[in-house]
């Protein structure tokens, strides 16, 4: 009955199951969604071209052009539109407090991705578990592996591939790390820096990391290849000689 009453209520939405998208069999006025679970997508009213298939994905969402599949996907999102959401609590608490183009163009992929922080910022792409799971103010940030990004809150435009990449940086803005825990040693807001398959050093920006350390080991280099450099002369003839410390740190002086 839940069904006949909705797609007599609406256009071109169908419901199935206790409570979903119960909202919409009084004034509601939405179209083109899909509900399927219990309590699934149960506060919307206006929403156009939505879809929440699990028990209580997207329970009080609003938005428009929004997909959340999933026990409790989306389950307290606010406003969004044009997010992707899918698996276990995967983006629970969206722009909870439904602030001003908050929230939009998300996607959340895996198991907690984005599961707890009240994301408000934009464009982010979070894949695998709990990745980007505390994530409140975030923009512009991509990363994919379980636990990447997961401790972050406010980082804006960074990108991380791998396990626990950049699992541990808090507020920190245009950071690139790209292996299993790289970047991994930012603690705070370490900005600027590329790791590929280092951990990096906390406190520091502006670095360029390549390489745990020198050795046969996990992550570490024992011999490094760069072409077109050897035989080819300078663009500008001022060339001096490049030092390399102890450190494995590149210099002039």
């Not at 299993?180 to 590329?194: D, F, K, L, R």
Request: charged share 5%; with cysteine.
């Amino acid at each position: 009955s839940s069904l006949l009453s909705l797609v007599n209520q609406s256009s071109r939405n169908i419901a199935i199951g206790s409570g979903a998208a119960a909202s919409y069999t009084g004034s509601g006025t939405g179209e083109s969604s899909l509900a399927i679970g219990h309590n699934a997508m149960n506060a919307a009213t206006t929403q156009n071209r939505m879809m929440a298939i699990g028990d209580s994905a997207m329970l009080t969402g609003q938005g428009d052009n929004t997909m959340a599949i999933g026990f409790q996907a989306a389950e307290n999102m606010g406003f969004s539109t044009s997010s992707v959401l899918i698996g276990y609590q995967a983006g629970r608490n969206l722009n909870t407090g439904s602030a001003v183009n908050g929230g939009i163009r998300t996607v959340a992929l895996g198991t907690q991705a984005i599961g707890v922080g009240a994301l408000t910022g934009q464009h982010n792409v979070m894949i695998g578990f709990q990745a980007g799971n505390n994530l409140t103010t975030a923009a512009e940030c991509v990363s994919i592996g379980a636990l990447a990004l997961d401790a972050a809150t406010s980082a804006a435009s960074c990108i991380s591939m791998g396990t626990s990449s950049l699992g541990s940086l808090l507020t920190g803005t245009h950071n690139i790390a790209l292996g299993s825990t790289a970047g991994n040693s930012y603690v705070g807001a370490e900005s600027h820096n590329i790791s590929l398959n280092a951990q990096g050093t906390a406190a520091e920006s502006n670095t360029l990391r390549i390489g745990s350390a020198t050795g046969t080991g996990t992550q570490q280099l024992n011999r490094a290849f760069i072409c077109g450099i050897r035989g080819i002369t300078t663009g500008v003839a001022d060339a001096i000689a490049v030092l390399i410390d102890s450190a494995n740190q590149l210099g002039t002086v």
